[in-house]
Structures are given as C-alpha cells and as structure tokens.
C-alpha cells in the first residue's frame, strides 16, 4: 500500500537512501534542504571541501548550516562566488529544473562540471531540497580554453605559438 508522505518524510527518506548509496562509492556530493541548509555531505564532498579550503571538518561541522554560516563560521573569505552560488540555488528552487554549470574554485586550480537537483515531494509537488554533484573537468582542451580567456597563466598553457592551423577544404559533394 502506497502512502502519502509529508515533505519532511520524503526529504528524510531521500536524505537516508542518498547516504546508503553514495557513503560508499566516492561520489562528490552534498544535500540541502528547502532553506539550502546542508542536510548531508558524502565523504567525496568533505574530502573535496577540506582540500579546496585546507581544512579538516566532518560531516557535523557543515549540517543544518547554509553555504554562507559555514564560510562565517570557518573564516573563509566572502566572495561573489558564494553569493553567485546562493542566487543559483533560489533560481533552481524557482524554476524546478536541473542545471549544469562549469565553476572554478577561487583557491584550487581545477574547474569542476557542478550538476545542481531539485528534489521534489512528488505527492505535493513542493521542493524539499536540492542535491547537488561535483565532478572533475578532466578535458585539458576546454580547462586551456578557460584559463586563456581569463588570462590566467598555466603549465597547461605553451608559450609556443609556432603551431600550424589546419586548413581544409570541401569537396564538391560536401558543399551540397
């Protein structure tokens, strides 16, 4: 027999089955609840999080805060980025739909593919939260790109220009 849950159900059944799965497989993740209040962060995530930030915090230390109480509480810088990432959340909480996005973090060179979640109470349709995965840009290409354009000096990056452009022509069939 199917039951009804409530929001806070759901959400916690979600919570409980996102930690049975992904406490184990290494995977980069966080959840927060509908007020964007971290509700749980897998050991990739603090793994990540300690070595962008040089900390060694646990799960504990990041629960029932959001992103902004945990940079205040930690002495961490106050950016744009974390007031960018705040407006991202309330958009995705608007708009209900999954995004992906590029982000470099401001103190570690890497740039990470972010997939951002809404998670939704199908039986009233509410949102209770939003999930979010990091994985890493491994495209050297697009990481050279990146840094380029935003004039930030690299050993992905050659001084040498001596590189030849590629020159193609098409045939007559391919002009069809």
């Given at each position: 027999m199917n039951s009804i849950q409530s929001d806070k159900e759901f959400f916690d059944n979600f919570v409980a089955s996102s930690?049975?799965?992904?406490?184990?497989?290494?995977?980069?993740i966080h959840i927060k609840d509908h007020d964007f209040k971290y509700r749980y962060a897998s050991p990739g995530y603090l793994t990540f999080f300690n070595d962008i930030y040089g900390f060694?915090?646990?799960?504990?230390?990041?629960?029932?805060?959001?992103?902004?109480?945990?940079?205040?509480?930690?002495?961490?810088p106050q950016g744009n980025l974390y007031d960018d990432l705040a407006k991202q959340e309330e958009e995705l909480k608007s708009t209900r739909?999954?995004?992906?996005?590029?982000?470099?973090t401001p103190s570690h060179p890497q740039v990470y593919i972010v997939y951002k979640r809404p998670i939704i109470n199908p039986a009233s349709d509410n949102f209770v939260g939003l999930?979010?995965?990091?994985?890493?840009?491994?495209?050297?290409?697009?990481?050279k790109t990146l840094l380029k354009v935003n004039r930030k000096s690299s050993y992905l990056i050659s001084n040498d220009s001596n590189?030849?452009?590629l020159e193609y022509s098409l045939t007559e069939k391919q002009h069809i």
């Open positions: 930690r049975t799965v992904f406490d184990y497989i290494g995977d980069n060694e915090k646990q799960e504990e230390d990041l629960l029932g805060q959001t992103l902004n109480e945990v940079i205040d509480s930690f002495g961490l739909k999954n995004t992906r996005l590029l982000q470099a999930m979010t995965h990091f994985s890493t840009l491994t495209m050297p290409n697009i990481l590189y030849n452009s």
